[in-house]
């Protein structure tokens, strides 16, 4: 035998207080939104039909009762039965059950929210030519419905609620007031509490064009609570969108979270909203009303389909467009907007090639010849070389642009990839990485006869450094004041830091870093010292060992130090020992 399932009202309404909707606030956007129906419905028929909602709160109604007076399509006593009594029926699906394009409902389940703040619901309501209705609904799963004595002149529909007794609060005038405003304000009709409109001039971007900015500037301080940068209008006709977005005027994290406000049909969906413009777009928040996009069924988020793809691509693509505009437009504001938000410009530049060369126009970067933008870079000097690493820039920026090698500084975050990224869409663009071991190449070699005469000098320089893993070098560069320089290539501060970690493990990891660490000699880190600097040129001079190897581990420190190297214990000793021992001669021997 076939049964009917039979529903536990206070176990349905438990599951949507507790795991649908966040608050029970969304009574009052339940109520508005089904007289924002049922006037639409009305509307279809008759167009010059009067568009109002009226709320009463306890205060104005003197019975402990909440009322929403609305002036729509009102339900005939067969429709009562039909869409009131049965959860999960809706008026507003079509015969195969897809919801109504003009509805804000569908799922049938709205209502049911007022038993969140209310023991009873009642539905006085009277539709065209018909007799007035009145549905009682308790929450515990009674009904009844009646015509008899009922009286309404009216066509529409007034909803009571009759409280909870813990839930008074929620139906007070004040917060009916706040929600019914948060809801209900850009609403194209009147909307009132206790008599007083909530809506109001409708989208605030959809005002006139005077004071316009101002407007705008004044809603997002209020909504948003800072002062933009700068307003974008946005539209996507497909999503029936239309909005603004604000420019943040400070810098924010790319991951914080962005939230945006979504209107749905001109009532509030969600103050936080997220995917709404694509992850890179982290600088701007916005406000939008759209008629085609879908809500979730908590109705607090947009539904990610398809649409809401498509939609997201449009404004991101506009945001662009502002972009390149500004740049076009005002060069000036572009920078300002730039010294805030480069990160998200960059991070976009990645993968875009229009914002590629905005960066590349627009944005300054550091380089041993000022700041400047890559295009006046390579305006100047044709090919970028550039170092990975800002601690490689520190290291041989000022040496390079004195061997005439200008250089940028590409080792902040995006940078690197930006640069490299640069031949992709500049087909002239010629790019160099360098890293330190690469300047030695620079740097002049020694007279071959000064070279030989110097050997001896450099075997015992070289035996000072050779348990750090050095070589020493003695070359001729700019500038002269510049004793010595620590130069390292990237493999060889890898092999320096193996050591490093090998000297704090056990055996076991001690023989798999080994096998890693089969360095060539020409990886070893080098202290290239420079025959051009005086004292240098006194120091190879020196025919005491013992002074040479005080000598060349103090200037191996001073090259650690000014390279902005990190000084590992072995170092740190290293230089205390030459400083201590190079004070000790300089003070002579106690008589
Ligand atoms: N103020 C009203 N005027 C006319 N009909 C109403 C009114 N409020 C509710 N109804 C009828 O009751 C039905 C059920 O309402 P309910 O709010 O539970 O669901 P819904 O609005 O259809 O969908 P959703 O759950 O997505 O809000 C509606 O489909 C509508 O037919």
Known sequence: MDRTFQVDLRGVVDLLSHHLYASPRVYIRELLQNAVDAITARRAHDQGARAAIRIEPPDVTGDGSLRVHDTGIGLTEEQVHQFLATIGRSSKRDDFGFARHDFLGQFGIGLLSCFLVADEIRVLTRAEGAP????????????????????????????????????????RRDTVTELAGLYGSLLPFRVEVAGRAVSGDGPPWQGGAEGRRERLAEYCREVFGFVPFDIIDLAVPEAGLTGVAFVLPTPTSPAARAGHRVYLKRMLLAEGAEGVLPPWAFFARCVIDTSELRP?????????????????????????????RLAGRSPQRLAEFLEVHHLGVKALALHDDEMLRLVERWWPMETNAGRMT??????????VRYTAQVDEFRQIGAV??????????AGYIYDTEIVERLPQVESGAIIERIEPGDLSTAFEGLDPGVE???RPFLQMAQRALDRLGCEVVL?????????????????????????????????????????????????????????????VRRVTEIPDPQLVRLAVEGLYGQALLLGHHPLRPADAALLNGSFLGLLNKAVGHEE
């Open 400 to 409: 390079a642009a004195a061997q005439g090698i200008p250089l940028v500084n």
């Open 132 to 171: 007035a209705v009145l549905w009682r609904g308790f929450a515990d799963g009674r009904y009844s419905v009646t015509t008899e004595g009922q009286q309404r002149d009216d066509v529409g529909t007034t909803v009571t609620l009759v409280p909870r007794r813990d839930a008074g609060e929620w139906l």
């Open 452 to 454: 030989l005469a110097k």
């Open 374 to 383: 890559l295009a006046e870079f390579r305006a100047q000097h044709g090919l």
């Open 296 to 324: 979730t069924a908590s109705r607090e988020a947009l539904y990610e389909d398809s649409l809401l793809e498509s939609t997201r691509e449009a404004l991101g693509d506009q945001l662009r467009g502002w972009l390149v």
């Open 475 to 535: 070359r001729v560069f700019d500038p002269a004041g510049l004793p010595a320089m620590y130069l390292t290539s990237r493999s060889a501060s890898f092999a320096a830091e193996l050591r490093a970690t090998r000297e704090r493990v056990d055996d076991v990891w001690a023989d798999v870093l080994d096998a890693l660490a089969r360095t060539d000699e020409q990886d070893r880190p080098q202290l290239v010292l420079n025959y051009r600097n005086p004292l």
